[in-house]
């Protein structure tokens, strides 16, 4: 079946503009997280949401960073006025519940220039 | 969440039986064992968990040791795709903040032919 889809796969844009990165969740997945990996990294939590709302957004590295959920489905991530340091890999994953383990997406790979 | 120790590297032949070891002597009672792998520029793939039972799937085999202290991720027929880095974590199922996902250095694996 369709795992979890992230779009676009690679992002190229320049320092001080505006980025959505975009999740599809595996169908029926209640649960949705977001994580970053910069080079040779470990993953690092961003937001997680429950249906459509966000129990735990403390990931957010600042308020440039926001998400949400629209249908219990498909997720955004905005990076707003982009800085250098914000170029990773944005990994999505999603599960049954927040009991079960999750499926990640293939991530996108944001580069700000 | 309890840490876990893994060996930096290891190599297997194409075809052989991988076994990659992880100690977690500090595990608690209500903690699984999850293994997780990541390819070199894809998403973390979800392998196996398991509390103290021997667990089998399509992928791989869990052994953990009756006093829990240890595990054995098993490939028994390992092919050149299985060239990743391997990621052994303790979690449990239910409360707090288990669901934010957090690898250590993990094993990378190098399947040769």
């Known amino acids: 079946g369709a795992g979890v889809s992230q779009s676009p796969s690679n992002k190229v844009t320049e320092k001080g503009k505006d980025v959505e990165l975009r999740c599809d969740p595996i169908?029926?997945?209640?649960?949705l997280y977001w994580y970053r990996q910069s080079l040779g990294q470990g993953l690092e939590f961003l937001i997680y949401?429950?249906?459509?709302?966000?129990?735990?957004k403390s990931g957010l590295p600042s308020d440039r960073f926001s998400a949400e959920r629209t249908g219990g489905s498909v997720s955004t991530l905005t990076i707003q006025r982009t800085q250098q340091e914000d170029s990773a890999v944005y990994l999505c994953?999603?599960?049954?519940?927040?009991?079960?383990?999750?499926?990640f997406g293939p991530g996108t790979r944001l580069t700000v220039t | 969440d309890a840490k876990t120790t893994q060996p930096t590297s290891m190599d297997c032949a194409e075809g052989r039986a991988a076994n990659l070891p992880c100690n977690h002597s500090?595990?608690?009672?209500?903690?699984?064992v999850y293994w997780y792998r990541q390819i070199h520029s894809q998403g973390p793939q979800y392998i196996i968990h398991g509390l103290k039972n021997n667990e089998t799937n399509e992928m791989a085999s869990l052994i953990i040791t009756e006093d829990r202290k240890s595990s054995t991720l098993i490939l028994p027929h390992a092919t050149l795709r299985d060239t990743a880095v391997y990621y052994c974590i303790v979690r449990i199922n239910s409360g707090g903040s288990n669901y934010k996902l957090t690898f250590g250095k993990g094993t990378l694996l190098t399947v040769n032919p």
């Open positions: 169908s029926g997945h209640t649960a």
């Open positions: 949401f429950q249906g459509n709302s966000a129990p735990d």
């Open positions: 500090t595990i608690s009672g209500n903690e699984y």
């Open positions: 994953a999603s599960s049954f519940s927040i009991r079960d383990w999750e499926y």
